[in-house]
């Protein structure tokens, strides 16, 4: 009876720590380095959306944008919504978006702002050429762009 009591008190004590575990970190796993800092040419201005893939340019009012801060927050507009969220910026260009929550409004165009805000949540790498930003997906696939407003 004894070895039973021990047994029943260790599984308790076993499923108990693996539910506490589920639980202790609330953290979205990442294959980027993240620190409590970020920088670079990405961090700073407001990025207004251009386009939509290689080509196609959105009606939106007002226009998507999105700004980061050196503190590794995101914020922006997808055209119907405002969100906020994190980034993590690693080598080569890496980037990556989490964690985003946004406003529940209804809107006329709410099929093209979930296409913004899935370009964000899908990017991969960016580069930056002048005044414009482009993200890529994992595949190398042109998410969207975007241009720099001084």
Not at 73 to 83: L, P, Q, T
């Amino acid at each position: 009876m004894n070895a039973v009591l021990r047994h029943v008190s260790w599984l308790t004590l076993l499923v108990m720590g693996l539910g506490l575990a589920g639980c202790a970190s609330d953290a979205p796993t990442s294959s980027v380095e993240s620190s409590e800092e970020v920088a670079g040419p990405v961090v700073g201005p407001r990025w207004n959306l251009l386009l939509v893939g290689t080509s196609e340019r959105l009606d939106l009012s007002p226009t998507p944008y999105f700004q980061i801060g050196a503190d590794g927050r995101v914020s922006g507009h997808d055209g119907c919504n405002a969100f906020k969220g994190n980034v993590s910026l690693g080598d080569n260009q890496r980037i990556e978006f989490g964690q985003l929550a946004s406003t529940r409004k209804a809107c006329p165009d709410m099929q093209d702002a979930r296409r913004v805000t899935a370009l964000l949540d899908d990017a991969y790498r960016y580069l930056i050429d002048h005044d414009r930003l482009t993200f890529f997906g994992p595949d190398q696939r042109v998410l969207g762009g975007f241009r720099r407003v001084d």
